[in-house]
């Protein structure tokens, strides 16, 4: 059977990121602010063969799928503790020498964990978790400046999704997105200065991650390229709400699923049952009720043609309404890009075989080769000495028929899987519920992974992205804008404001004079005092006819 080998996208074909950069850390330090620096460590670990996402169709095999695993945590330097002078003392010998700068404890403010998965059909990136420590509000940023999280999350997954892009192999990012307090920092819900979403402001606040995705893609070398909503539970208008409003999310955006679309079983086979078109990610909701149903078949979910009270993807997705993530007041948004690939650049590749495993018994029997018998004198090996360690994580193919893996696209320490989920757990079981807990654990987890200063040069960035109108005079360089602002103080009314009384009215018009020379309301009443007529004044009923002088005890 012949087919087509992925291959890597030309220089030109895939885009250069923002403002033309091409390494992560120039992507970000265009989009952070101007004038602040942050730390990035990015950890990840090579392509890795793994269960496959979907099952396969009775009668096929299931794709070969290989797997990375990248994590990028973003930490500032909190300001410092101590701002009062310390007191003088005598001076001591060598005082005056030149020191070596101090280096300020680090605290981790946001990261992000992504998995790759890829066949030879298709890229997929799944956004697994993100979280924040709540401490990013430290730097004093400009409450009108954007969001540091948002522009860090979209940036990483273009500068993942271009350096995972092969010729004519469509490209998916997915995600579902849950509200809950804490997922990578455990004790930041704690944290005050944490701002933790609700489900409806979750499913809005990655829409407009994604969005730039979609805006970015169309004006380069993609055939097509859709966003897919849904929101079970909800009504198609409702759904409609979460999409970002801008002169092309009309056709951006759909409301619903493309799993039929992005299945390569169902170009090449027509039909295929639900199941196989529903792919299994690490804690995800469908996945977990697609093993429910299987087990309602078979306990040992192998050769499952079909379901028994499921038969089709809309029915699926209604019963989905009624599972406990997204019932009981709960929201769980599941959200797709899908990146179709020029056609132009399948046509340019040659045509070759895919190496696949043999599927029937005469297929094993012909590729089995014969053993030839030995013969001879036994003639003994000489040992091989090891001179020098070799590092089998970097000695690994760059491109073959199911992964594409370049040098500029990994991490800054990679790592095999079972050390990931090592450092990942390390980070599960810290604590960051202040800010004194959040920098000794923060301290204890870069040394730990390795992508501190001492390991990985370069680790700091400083924003370069100018922030415009207010947010730029509130900068960290100018401070001192206040006088252009116009004060509405005198202007403004307030609500519920408390109402005068007759006395506080006569004692604001009267001039203020030595308390010896008060003045009575019946007699010698200043000129200054506007006195309304007997008719202007309207009278309570029973009141008294009033007095020369008022009533005194």
């Not at 701002?195 to 993609?222: F, Q, Y």
């Not at 009215?505 to 000129?527: C, D, F, G, L, Y």
Request: proline share 9%; with cysteine; charged share 25%.
């Amino acid at each position: 059977m012949t087919s087509i080998v992925p291959s890597a996208p030309d220089a030109g074909a895939s885009s250069a990121g923002y403002n033309g950069a091409t390494s992560l850390r120039e992507r970000l330090a265009s989009v952070l602010p101007q004038g602040y620096k942050f730390g990035v460590h990015h950890i990840s670990t090579p392509p890795t063969r793994t269960e496959p996402l979907c099952p396969a169709p009775p009668g096929q095999r299931p794709d070969k799928t290989y797997r990375e695993s990248h994590f990028l945590a973003v930490s500032i330097h909190p300001p410092d503790k101590a701002t009062t002078a310390a007191p003088a003392k005598r001076s001591s010998p060598g005082a005056d020498q030149p020191k070596a700068p101090e280096v300020r404890d680090r605290t981790l403010a946001f990261a992000v964990e992504v998995f790759v998965f890829t066949t030879a059909y298709q890229t997929t990136l799944f956004v697994s978790k993100a979280d924040s420590t709540g401490y990013l509000h430290l730097l004093g940023l400009p409450k009108d400046a954007p969001s540091p999280i948002r522009q860090v999350c979209t940036t990483f997954l273009a500068y993942l999704l271009d350096h995972r892009r092969r010729n004519h192999v469509q490209s998916v990012v997915n995600l579902f997105a849950r509200a809950q307090s804490q997922y990578l920092f455990p004790g930041s819900v704690h944290n005050s200065g944490k701002h933790v979403l609700d489900d409806w402001g979750l499913v809005r606040w990655w829409c407009r991650v994604l969005n730039p995705l979609i805006e970015v893609s169309r004006k380069g070398s993609w055939a097509g390229t859709k966003g897919y909503l849904l929101v079970p539970g909800l009504e198609e208008g409702e759904m409609r709400a979460f999409i970002p409003r801008t002169p092309g999310s009309g056709e951006n955006w759909t409301i619903g699923h493309p799993l039929e679309r992005i299945s390569h079983h169902t170009r090449d086979l027509g039909r295929v049952p639900p199941r196989c078109l529903i792919p299994g990610y690490p804690d995800d909701p469908k996945a977990r009720f697609r093993d429910e149903l299987d087990e309602e078949v078979s306990n040992q979910k192998q050769n499952i043609a079909a379901w028994k009270s499921v038969r089709s993807l809309e029915q699926f997705w209604e019963m989905m309404a009624f599972r406990q993530e997204c019932s009981s007041g709960r929201l769980t948004g599941f959200i797709w890009l899908v990146f179709d690939p020029n056609p132009l650049e399948a046509s340019a590749q040659p045509h070759v075989k895919i190496p696949r495993a043999a599927s029937s018994k005469t297929d094993k029997k012909r590729l089995k080769k014969k053993q030839k018998k030995l013969t001879g004198p036994i003639i003994p090996r000489a040992p091989r000495i090891k001179t020098h360690v070799r590092n089998s994580l970097v000695n690994r193919p760059t491109m073959t028929a199911y992964y594409y893996w370049p040098p500029e696209g990994r991490g800054d320490k990679l790592v095999t899987e079972a050390d990931y989920k090592r450092i990942m757990e390390l980070l599960l079981h810290l604590d960051f519920s202040t800010i004194e807990k959040a920098v000794g654990s923060s301290r204890r987890w870069i040394n730990e992974a390795g992508v501190g200063d001492d390991v990985v040069s370069n680790v700091d960035v400083v924003g370069k992205a100018a922030l415009s109108g207010s947010s730029a005079a509130n900068g960290p360089a100018d401070s001192t804008s206040s006088a252009a602002v116009t004060n509405l103080t005198s202007l403004v009314r307030r609500k519920n404001a408390p109402r005068p009384s007759d006395h506080d009215i006569r004692q604001s018009a009267v001039p203020t004079e030595p308390a010896k020379e008060a003045p009575v309301v019946n007699a010698s009443i200043p000129q200054q005092v506007n006195i309304l007529s007997g008719s202007l004044v309207r009278k309570r009923k029973g009141d008294a006819q009033p007095t020369d002088a008022p009533g005194s005890s």
